[in-house]
């Protein structure tokens, strides 16, 4: 699956189960500690737009989860945007429909 564009309305049943499944409440400090891990080298441009996402949805709700293929995803349902990383791959936003999806899950629309 090429990762310029990672949309939610595409994962298959077993994905889907798989977010629903994984998905949590974050708090900025373990996001933080995720980054660090993730994106270890200070030179690394995922690791600046990982913590770049943070810092511009200061003060939002985050959601994390991982589909059953390693995609992360990272939501702020207080702001509605949201970003996907595979590590050592690349990262970019949540599309429209994947924000929608990742809405319906969390409220239990599974």
């Not at 939501?75 to 949540?94: E, H, Q, S």
Request: charged share 35%.
């Amino acid at each position: 699956m090429p990762f310029e564009k990672f949309d939610l309305e595409s994962l298959d049943k077993e994905r889907r189960k798989a977010i629903a499944k994984s998905i949590r409440t974050i708090s900025v400090e373990e996001l933080k500690a995720l980054g660090e891990q993730l994106f270890p080298y200070a030179d690394d441009p995922w690791r600046e737009a990982f913590f770049r996402f943070i810092a511009d949805n200061r003060g939002a709700t985050f959601h994390h989860a991982v589909t059953s293929d390693g995609v992360n995803i990272l939501y702020c349902r207080d702001k509605d945007k949201g970003a996907w990383f595979v590590p050592g791959t690349g990262m970019g936003p949540l599309q429209e429909r994947g924000r929608r999806a990742m809405k319906e899950i969390i409220e239990g629309g599974r």
